[in-house]
């Protein structure tokens, strides 16, 4: 963890912002897969983990702004516990370690919340049941409720002060991004024709383990990149398949990465896949270059968009002008998603405390159509946001299939040529980047991106 | 999945035990790990899978007694599920697989439990809070009064009918236990000393998901195999250490393997290293060697305990009469744990159902002293049992601190000579076996368990 002065100067910024009332920060607990002690690896609540940096299970803490003290809440260990954790750090250390002034028995707690009226807390969205089980329990709040006492000043405050990372976060990023670099690597080099998606999963899962990280979320790697939330792992390779693999290591602190390449089983890219595969490169970079503070993550979102029907349109699988067609949502037929997301401590950060909070702020309204609903991001930059690119084109069938049907958008959509495509697969192509003082930079290091460097990498290991 | 025909019987069985009034089998749901949609990875309740082989998420059965109907409730993919997701199952789909007569949208179970007095409705334990909250919306049954309303009848019956697995689980639990065994066996051989636990532990999971399994409980994998639930990695691995692995897989369709094995680092155990693990090797196979129909587990546990004793009694650690020794308690200084447990769909099965209904039915008692509490199984053993077995010797310095300052047992405790052993770390073998009509049989394949094969093992690899 960062030094107790850096959580403590954290609390100070929060307690000046929302000043008045209590601030409840609940840390994760526990989840049994199938019985109470088969436990799920533990991931901490990142807003707790942010405030106090500890990494333990069952933790509470609760600022008074009122009388300005910080006291954390957890279990002592045991003498039980010593004989079989070994030793661990006492509630006290704990708490000394955040520099948070005291520390008391998780039951005191009870007893302090069930005496507080529910107005003076300021409470956060819930996205966890256990969470929604303790406001029963200290506050007889039915789950229902919860969302009608979320504290929008709370809320606002961690989203500002989170969104922008500091340098010893950004070296936490970088450190995650790496990782993440050497999974792909991984996987862009052991891949095999005949392998099973679930053999290479366990490379791309392996290296994020080797070096004391975990997933920061499901790994998505199919040979149906069309799919987008595809975490089935049971297909086999094939010779002239590309596999799409979107995976990303979190940091023992945390920190997340999020990175996606698509690349070849065999030792090149087909032409129509590297046809493809070049529109969405394109498209990355188009956006990348013009990445800096000022600019809508928005109109980004636009001008990737229209860089890939600029090249649907090379295909003979779109026309007409560009912008049109994009402002009308015709490249919604290929890429149905957004351009990227705010990163941090959470792969999607802070998407817990609303996701219009963190990409839609002030007067920014989200647009609700298909496609343009997807994307999270709209926000103006600035030095310190974090954020991925990750542009793709996707062949849906079931899609494609219905629009033809109703023959949307014809003017844009070449349905005739289209038919010869339905079966094309899926691309993406995704890095996390920081926005800096006058453009950006790439976290963790690069991994091979255009055709050449990555057949390259697929003859000299194949 | 088996086959249809294997759910309906499973149903129909627990339909004439159980006799009357509603059966409501709740699966599991997604959790999310620090934001809603930023799953861990799925695992199904172990009931509701026995009972259907469904493995998707956010179902229900409910088994109506008295009317003869069995209802599957859940949601049907949309279009918008299935851009995302690709093609998945329909509802009517997944109940015809698991054999079941009907399919209803999951709303409409809100109204029919709404409607239904709590006193019809047959409650297993809950374990996910996601079952409590339901619980608490469809009966406004607060979470501290579930256990009041636990159904006695349907827990027995559910647990007596998945103690004994059938061929088909059988070969479940040896492809379970096959997997499991290669994790250990990737271990034994790359291991090296100046590694760090996370690194050699990436190599153990990643056999199991190479394998299309996962692994069925956290990895313990230690340089400090006293500590007995152990899930730090961050050590680095020396020159004279031991390792302690206890890590199995769980296959595709949720069966466990559990498996422990305990080898050096270098090429060879230390003198010390190797009699203290011959002591538990010679322990586990005079408890496997006795293990039968008609058997008390229990009674293996004192055996397993007598023989660590025996063995203790030769490095002059323990003195005077075996028997009255375990009686006493005195191994427990060295053994906290249990000889084994039950296992099936659940490594330690059916915990969440109540370790005594699986572990300590009729007469039997458990022993509430340390240690002995700690044994989950004493039960008579029968055909279609799986068990592990896996004494160990544990170390542990803190414990070791407190018995020597009271001088407990010291009848039998030689304190003078264990103080040159505090350091002694911990040793564990564990492999799993089904009862079989005369005796048992070792369920996947053989690990390396002797020391001359695991430092064959090593010196071969090194």
């Avoid at 299970?57 to 045991?78: A, C, Q, V």
């Avoid at 006492?149 to 976060?169: A, F, G, M």
């Avoid at 980004?300 to 912008?323: F, I, R």
């Avoid at 094309?424 to 950006?440: K, L, N, P, S, W």
């Amino acid at each position: 963890m960062f030094s107790p002065s850096t959580y403590r100067s954290r609390r100070e910024h929060l307690k000046q912002e929302v000043g008045s009332g209590l601030v409840l920060l609940m840390g994760n607990k526990q989840v049994g897969m199938n019985f109470p002690h088969n436990w799920y690896t533990f991931r901490q609540d990142s807003t707790f983990l942010y405030y106090t940096g500890l990494n333990q299970p069952g933790m509470t803490l609760l600022i008074d702004l009122d009388e300005g003290t910080e006291t954390l809440y957890g279990t002592d260990p045991t003498i039980d516990d010593i004989v079989w954790t070994g030793p661990v750090p006492s509630l006290d250390e704990l708490a000394a370690s955040a520099g948070i002034g005291q520390a008391r028995e998780a039951s005191a707690l009870d007893t302090t919340l069930k005496n507080t009226p529910l107005e003076r807390v300021h409470l956060l969205p819930t996205y966890r049941d256990e969470h929604r089980i303790s406001l029963l329990k200290w506050f007889g709040l039915n789950p229902g409720e919860i969302s009608k006492h979320h504290s929008d000043s709370l809320i606002r405050t961690i989203v500002e002060q989170r969104l922008v990372k500091t340098d010893e976060e950004a070296k936490q990023m970088d450190e995650a991004a790496a990782i993440s670099a050497d999974m792909h690597l991984e996987a862009m080099r052991v891949v095999r024709p005949g392998m099973y998606e679930y053999e290479l999963m366990s490379r791309v899962h392996a290296t994020a383990l080797e070096q004391n990280g975990d997933i920061a979320y499901p790994i998505i790697l199919t040979v149906n990149g069309q799919i987008l939330h595809n975490h089935y792992y049971g297909n086999r390779i094939g010779d002239e398949d590309v596999v799409l693999v979107d995976a990303g290591a979190q940091t023992s602190m945390g920190y997340a990465g999020d990175l996606t390449r698509t690349f070849p089983a065999g030792t090149a890219f087909t032409p129509r896949q590297r046809d493809l595969y070049n529109i969405v490169l394109h498209s990355f970079e188009s956006a990348v270059f013009r990445t800096k503070p000022g600019v809508l993550f928005r109109d980004l979102h636009y001008l990737a968009c229209e860089k890939l029907v600029e090249g649907l349109k090379e295909l003979k699988l779109m026309q007409g002008d560009p912008a049109e067609a994009v402002r009308a949502g015709a490249h919604t037929l290929f890429f149905q998603a957004g351009l990227g997301h705010m990163m941090g401590l959470d792969v999607h950060d802070m998407e817990n405390l609303g996701e219009d909070v963190v990409g839609y702020p002030g007067d920014l309204q989200r647009d609700t159509r298909f496609g343009f609903k997807s994307l999270r991001l709209a926000r103006k930059l600035e030095p310190g946001h974090v954020v991925t690119v990750e542009p793709g084109l996707y062949f849906i069938p079931t899609l494609i299939g219905l629009w033809k049907e109703e023959k949307k958008l014809k003017e844009f959509i070449c349905y005739d040529e289209l038919e010869k495509w339905t079966d094309a697969g899926g691309y993406r192509v995704e890095d996390d980047f920081i926005v800096t003082g006058q453009g950006y930079r790439l976290l963790g290091k690069p991994v091979p991106k255009t055709v050449e460097e990555i057949e390259t990498v697929r003859r000299e290991h194949l």
